[in-house]
């Protein structure tokens, strides 16, 4: 299995801030994702991270808003910019492994903008 | 494109129950599938998965069969307990080194 970390694992910030989100895993990987859990639903994909390429992104999602570095296979950061209340969210890091065809999450950040 | 369609909660049971949670998916070739739980206040735990035609995936007494017939993957558990109460999500992954994608989740709660 992966190990992931996340930090902050919890933050209230004001509107109009940024927020970044690290992103730790045990193990190195070549594929992580972003993920964020609005209240009460589903997880919807942000971006593709993966080393020594430029983030891929969603439909809906621009890297001005959540730009993300990849530096190496074992750290990411999220960041969250210009926030306004409908980012609320919790965010997810995540890493697939190859090996075991599984898909592995970590604890998330839950993030309130007020 | 790629997407999953869960039955709408939430589910109501009492314990021993029956249960079925119902999960068809669109997708082109043979996606992996998937079944993730996320208990209150938890983070997201893979319970099963099926990654070919008519595997069947289970863990915890769940059991989940991958029918390409009927483009399904629906989650079953012949008697639940108070501590299955939990979100459960359905997720496919079109191919490997692709994100997963999810269901809109289905909250299940069970009563003693």
């Known amino acids: 299995s992966a190990v992931i970390s996340q930090k902050p694992s919890r933050d209230i910030c004001q509107r109009g801030t940024s927020l970044t989100i690290q992103c730790q895993v045990d193990?190195?990987?070549?594929?992580m994702f972003w993920y964020r859990q609005q209240p009460g639903q589903s997880l919807t994909l942000i971006a593709t991270?993966?080393?020594?390429?430029?983030?891929?992104?969603e439909s809906g999602f621009v890297i001005d808003k959540f730009p993300i570095s990849r530096p190496n296979l074992t750290f990411s950061t999220l960041t969250v910019s210009n926030m306004s209340p409908e980012d609320s969210s919790i965010y997810l890091c995540?890493?697939?492994?190859?090996?075991?065809?599984?898909?592995?999450f970590g604890p998330g950040t839950r993030l309130t903008v007020t | 494109g790629n997407s999953v369609t869960q039955m709408e909660g939430p589910v109501t049971l009492s314990e021993e129950a029956f249960l079925t949670i119902n999960c068809t998916y669109t997708a082109t070739g043979y996606p992996s599938l998937f079944w993730y739980v996320q208990y209150p206040g938890e983070g997201l735990q893979l319970l099963l998965k099926a990654t070919k035609a008519d595997d069947k995936g289970s863990n915890k007494g769940f059991e989940a069969t991958y029918r390409k017939e009927t483009t399904s993957f629906h989650l079953e558990k012949g008697s639940v307990q108070v501590s299955d109460s939990a979100v459960y999500f359905c997720a496919l992954r079109h191919q490997a080194g692709t994100a997963l994608i999810f269901g809109k989740g289905t909250t299940l709660s069970v009563s003693s």
């Open positions: 991270a993966n080393q020594g390429s430029e983030a891929t992104y």
């Open positions: 995540s890493v697939a492994r190859e090996a075991d065809n599984e898909q592995y």
């Open positions: 193990s190195q990987v070549t594929m």
